[in-house]
């Protein structure tokens, strides 16, 4: 019976995809992957993906069936979304993209993805009827997602940040960006593992990534004749948004504008994200009503693919039940 009743539960919230047309954008459009809760608590977690790998490999990614951080929010009565900006999985590519990286511009800013997550706020409130929305944010997705925070006030109920884009002092300006730049799936599975930070005895991804990431990246963006053999690629708006704060603390969006609850939380092998970088982050926004700080041991850049992920499910579903305790 348990068999039975664990297997209509996968069932019943298995993922599907909406496509979404952007209105500012004619003729692209953004993927959101959602799961349905089997009992419904009428809101919603939106969460928007880092600089190199789209919602599928990051939250929705299924160690076995059913067991995604998408699936364990469902599993709370949420309505659990991650959306792809524009130029990742399963949403569109700009024309930049097909050309020459050099002849434009960086792709994907944190401006432009902010309209992007207005796009999916929209969408999950007057399609989907969610009054509240909570929005969970991962590296350097954290900053359209402050950024869509600081221009509507109203739209959240609160707003998680992990492993949040931070200024390293010292930090050298980087090159000038193109439009895209490249990597091959087994290379970024390699920075996963983070095998220069971690101790020699020390491995944090679950088997499930060794065993499928890669295959599963490789096949989530289109190969490009005349690239080379198995090379990906990946808009660099992120890359120098990311840039643009580490070398100089130059953020797209004014913290002090942010009404909501805010959480940050990192691992303690955080390379992205350290303790003196994460408060002096948080301090920063004087006008949320509730502020939370979380540094989980024996965790990186990419806890949610770790071993010590659920710790990270639960203090995010800790917080959101706080910040709702304090709507009225």
Not at 156 to 162: D, I, M, Q
Not at 164 to 193: D, F, H, M, N
Not at 282 to 298: Q, V
Request: glycine share 8%; hydrophobic share 45%; proline share 9%.
């Amino acid at each position: 019976m348990s068999t039975l009743l664990a297997l209509g539960l996968v069932s019943a919230m298995s993922a599907s995809t909406v496509h979404l047309p952007i209105a500012h954008d004619p003729g692209q459009q953004v993927a959101l992957h959602c799961v349905a809760p089997a009992q419904a608590n009428g809101q919603g977690v939106l969460f928007v993906h880092g600089a190199s790998f789209p919602t599928m490999l990051a939250f929705g990614f299924e160690f076995a069936p059913g067991d995604s951080w998408m699936d364990f929010m469902a599993q709370q009565g949420f309505l659990a979304c991650g959306l792809d900006f524009v130029g990742f999985g399963a949403s569109s590519r700009p024309a930049t993209m097909a050309h020459t990286a050099a002849d434009a511009a960086p792709v994907t800013r944190a401006p432009e993805a902010a309209r992007e997550i207005a796009v999916a706020v929209d969408y999950l409130r007057k399609a989907r009827g969610m009054g509240r929305i909570h929005l969970v944010a991962h590296s350097w997705g954290t900053l359209p997602a402050a950024t869509f925070a600081a221009k509507h006030p109203d739209a959240l109920a609160s707003l998680t940040l992990f492993g949040p884009v931070v200024p390293k002092p010292g930090e050298p300006a980087g090159p000038a960006q193109e439009a895209w730049w490249t990597i091959s799936a087994e290379a970024r599975y390699q920075q996963l593992r983070f095998k220069h930070v971690l101790p020699p005895e020390l491995t944090l991804l679950e088997p499930a990534v060794s065993r499928r990431w890669a295959s599963e990246f490789d096949a989530s963006a289109p190969h490009v004749a005349g690239d080379p053999p198995g090379e990906l690629r990946i808009p660099a708006g992120p890359a120098a948004d990311i840039d643009a704060v580490a070398s100089g603390g130059g953020y797209p969006y004014d913290p002090a504008a942010i009404t909501v609850p805010v959480f940050v939380v990192y691992g303690d092998y955080d390379t992205v994200t350290d303790d003196a970088g994460a408060t002096a982050l948080l301090a920063r926004f004087g006008a949320s009503p509730l502020k939370w700080r979380m540094r989980i041991d024996h965790g990186s850049h990419v806890m949610h693919l770790e071993r010590n992920r659920h710790s990270l499910y639960r203090s995010v579903n800790a917080f959101i039940h706080a910040a709702q305790e304090m709507q009225p």
